[in-house]
């Protein structure tokens, strides 16, 4: 007869283990200090009267008196009270997946819990009765802590089962370090149910497995993948058969033996693998405390706990914007911190010099050339790496960019590694994959100083071990705060899904490039930029920018600044970007005073009121932050542009005109709306200037007026539209040169590389201190756009024509900008010689 549960059961007073248990916690208690993930798991156990019983990975006695204490820290019944409740007879609930090991005996091979399968068996008996199971991973040595020595790194938490003598040492040694993480309950009741009439030894089999991958897959995103040796990944690499045919057909092409080929690719192999070790990084955890309180006021980081909760059981990509080389050792510090796995890292192979290169291997990064496309094995041993880096599980991080950004926007991307991890997705589809987007946000950049120099035309300095040395001077400075936000992240099968959706029959072919995946891959990129920017952080160094750069002389009455930071703060709370943009808690005056101790600008003193003024190198530093955030005020500013000239306009011309510009705006600033999204921005963002008082409409509506030039709103409108102004000035750079020179005259790259130049030469005539006003990717990014919009198009001699539309981009130019700026800019195209042979062409790149 089976015995019946007791689901309702008045609770039992308390029950407390052993005498000589209760000793022992009490002896390991001072040893032992606890961080709960979740912090109150006790909202994972509804008050229902069902049973729980608690399931850990392995048997150890510390790991239940560690349990014991976190139950009891987290007012959760301890595994003695939850037996109690037990139909069983049990000292303690807890189901340990790998038994006891014996004193003598080698280690068991993990088989079927008979806690589990007695459970089972009295459920299967009674439909009526329930048992909870509780999955709960425990984690000693795992948490960095500043005070930690560094002997206690070689006890940290790892993936080899350790005896009871060492893992004594670590809690004596790391225990104050301990994470024990509660997870969703099971019901074993719908689990047996939802095997139907399978056997019910069969059913316990099976629920044991699932919980092995769960606590495998909590143990890779705590502690990282199970990697084998280095040598034993390489080895790997060189024995797929990729490598091997592309190995054979370099030996015929070149005529060496084929020796001679494997052994460069297994150089290749050693040269882009990394060495990661759990004791270097913990290592380096400790280092980076101190830098980062060195160098920051803190680092602050939003939206962690949404990662969190989707990281387990996916393959993570993070996918950061590129801004400083702090930004690898930042996110994987803070991963790291809060108790997730950092990610191998995609690391150009000029940082691996001698002694930072292995230090940085360790670390888990993995070098790779800037090109290798004229190099088919190295192509082939790179990628099969990280083929090999994807099927074991391991996180990746790599940036789309390809570089660090100059001025402060998010660069084109690059699809080489989004290609690569879509391939090895298409090969190895073993775990849902997610690209994680990350958004840094500083207030003052280390290589400021050398970014101003690159954007003017000097070389890009070479790392060196001697470059390194003079770069410990930057320890001597202040950079104030650093703002990490994680973006909303990008599942990779719904994408195929929208992009491609017979996606799946391309799976499990090694070699495959289905005809879909370069419109995937861009469609990623895309979404990838727009969610970056959708995560934006602004800070006070932002608002600052934004209003003093406008100015021409960088400098703003005190009363002005306040006045004009309120707005762009007050917008931003009306009309959030996206929803997980983050603002300063600073109030203005405080922005100014922040903006003054950080030594961004300077207070000039005077009866009348006092002045804020931005000064020399500073005016172009800041340009860096204001590009940060011009996306977050882009219909504004579109709004305040159709303004500067004209007192009064109807809201169907400012919408029709917006709507044509739009394109070229959002493939610059990865903005996230449609056409019709935007117009609809720009109706609300209307709506708001209107409640603002900065413009007025007629009875209907229809009509849109601003006050006069003098006034307050108008000044306001005037610097708001600043921001988005230069843009406007390149579009029409580029089309006054086309349409000066006439069709089939330039080639694209001509056309680029003249308005480089014609923009450069502006800047010195107006003293315009922003580098990217003449930043040749910007122009080329626009030339790519009117392309594929059908706007030009190259002829046969890949000489650019155009239609009739690109007339009409000149026409609606003109009410946005000024007759001066018109006229200044085609004067300065019309000086400029013709473009259409070869030599010109040279010329003009080497006057670049």
């Known amino acids: 007869m089976q015995q019946q549960l007791p689901l309702h059961r008045t609770s039992d007073p308390l029950v407390r283990g052993p005498a000589w248990l209760n000793l022992l916690g009490a002896l390991l208690r ?10 109150n798991p006790q ?38 009270e939850a037996a109690a409740r037990l139909p069983i007879k049990r000292t303690r609930a807890i189901i340990a997946l790998t038994p006891r090991p014996s004193l003598f005996r080698s280690r068991p091979h993990p088989s079927r819990s008979e806690t589990l399968s007695q459970l089972a068996e009295l459920i299967s008996g009674n439909r009526q009765d329930d048992i909870r199971l509780v999955p709960v991973s425990i984690f000693v040595g795992r948490a960095p802590d500043r005070q930690s020595g560094w002997f206690r790194v070689l006890f940290a938490e790892n993936w080899v089962v350790v005896g009871r003598f060492r893992r004594l040492l670590a809690i004596l040694l790391n225990g104050r370090d301990t994470i024990v993480q509660f997870s969703a309950p099971v019901s074993l009741r719908q689990t047996l149910d939802e095997q139907g009439e399978v056997a019910l030894e069969r059913s316990v089999r099976k629920l044991s497995r699932v919980l092995r991958v769960h606590f495998r897959l909590t143990r890779t995103t705590i502690i990282g993948a199970d990697l084998s040796h ?36 297994r150089g290749y192999a050693l040269e882009i693998a990394a060495d990661y070790s759990h004791t270097v990084v913990r290592s380096i955890s400790f280092m980076l405390i101190a ?39 930042l996110l994987s510090y803070t991963l790291y911190q809060n108790g997730l796995v950092p990610p191998h890292i995609a690391a150009g192979v000029n940082l691996n010099l001698p002694g930072l290169g292995s230090i940085l291997r360790r670390g888990g990064a993995f070098f790779l050339r800037r090109s290798f496309k004229s190099n088919a094995l190295y192509s082939a041993v790179f990628t099969e790496y990280v083929s090999q880096l994807f099927a074991r599980g391991v996180a990746l991080e790599y940036f789309i960019e390809g570089g ?52 003017s035309g000097k070389p890009k300095e070479k790392e060196s071990l001697l470059g390194l040395l ?17 973006g909303e992240p990008i599942e990779l099968a719904p994408l195929l899904d929208e992009v491609a959706p017979a996606w799946r029959a391309s799976t499990g072919v090694p070699e495959a490039k289905p005809e879909w995946l370069p419109a995937a891959v861009d469609t990623l990129a895309e979404r990838i930029q727009s969610n ?71 207070r000039v003193e005077h009866p009348l009121g006092d002045v804020l003024v931005v000064e020399g190198d500073n005016s172009v530093l800041l340009s860096y932050f204001r590009n940060n955030v011009q996306h977050v005020f882009v219909a504004a500013a579109w709004i305040a542009c159709c303004f500067l000239n004209n007192r009064r306009m109807s809201r169907a011309t400012l919408l029709r005109i917006g709507r044509l510009v739009y394109p070229f705006i959002r493939a610059e600033l990865f903005l996230p709306w449609s056409e019709d999204e935007f117009r609809e921005r720009l109706q609300v963002t209307l709506d708001f200037f209107v409640k603002r008082g900065l413009l007025e409409t007629d009875a209907d509506g229809r009509v849109i007026e601003r006050a006069p030039g003098q006034s307050d709103s108008a000044f306001q409108l005037r610097v708001m ?17 086309l349409v000066s020179n006439g069709r089939h005259t330039l080639s694209a790259a001509e056309l680029e590389n003249l308005c480089s130049l014609t923009a450069q030469r502006l800047s010195l005539l107006h003293q315009l201190n922003a580098p990217e006003f003449f930043d040749r990717s910007l122009f080329r990014g626009f030339i790519q756009k009117l392309r594929e919009r059908r706007v030009i198009w190259a002829d046969e001699n890949n000489k650019l024509d155009f239609d009739d539309g690109l007339e009409d981009l000149v026409k609606e130019s003109k009410v946005i900008l000024s007759r001066d700026i018109r006229h200044g800019i085609l004067k300065l195209t019309a000086e400029l010689p013709m473009a259409g042979g070869d030599g010109d062409a040279r010329r003009n790149d080497e006057a670049a």
């Open 404 to 455: 660090r950004s100059r001025t402060g926007r998010l660069l084109t991307p690059r699809s080489g590694m989004l290609a690569m991890t879509l391939r090895s997705f298409l090969r190895e589809s073993r775990r849902p994959v997610m690209f994680q987007p990350v958004y840094f946000g500083y207030e003052k950049l280390m290589e400021g100083k050398s970014y101003i120099g690159e954007l």
């Open 470 to 486: 003079r770069a410990f001077r930057v320890l001597r400075q202040h950079y104030g705060k650093v703002t990490i936000n994680f």
């Open 291 to 329: 830098l980062w309180n060195k160098l920051y006021d803190g680092v602050v980081m939003h939206h962690f706990d949404k990662l969190r909760a989707v990281a387990p059981g996916h393959e993570v990509i993070y996918v950061p914007c590129h801004r400083s080389h702090v930004d690898y050792l």
């Open 43 to 80: 909202e994972l156990l509804p008050d229902d009267g069902v049973p729980t019983v608690y399931v850990v990975e392995r048997y150890g006695l510390s790991d239940t008196l560690i349990l014991e204490q976190a139950c009891r820290e987290a007012d959760l019944p301890s595994p003695y």
């Open 30 to 39: 001072p040893w032992i200090r606890i961080r709960r993930e979740p912090k």
């Open 532 to 602: 970056i920017n959708r995560a934006v952080d602004v800070n006070p160094i932002n608002l600052l920018a934004l209003a003093l750069l406008a100015m021409p002389k960088h400098a703003m009455a005190e009363a002005d600044l306040l006045a004009q930071i309120g707005l762009c703060k007050d917008l931003l709370v009306a009309l959030p970007f996206g929803d997980r943009m983050t603002i300063t808690d600073k109030n203005p005056a405080q922005i100014i005073a922040y903006g003054e101790s950080m030594q961004w600008i300077r």
């Open 230 to 265: 280095r040598r034993t990944v390489v080895d790997a690499v060189v024995d797929a058969d990729s490598v091997r045919q592309t190995i054979a057909a370099v030996a015929t092409k070149e005529n060496i033996r084929e020796e001679q080929a494997r052994r460069r690719a």
């Open 721 to 737: 539209s600043h921001s988005l102004l230069q843009a406007v000035e390149r579009y029409y750079i580029t089309l006054a040169l």
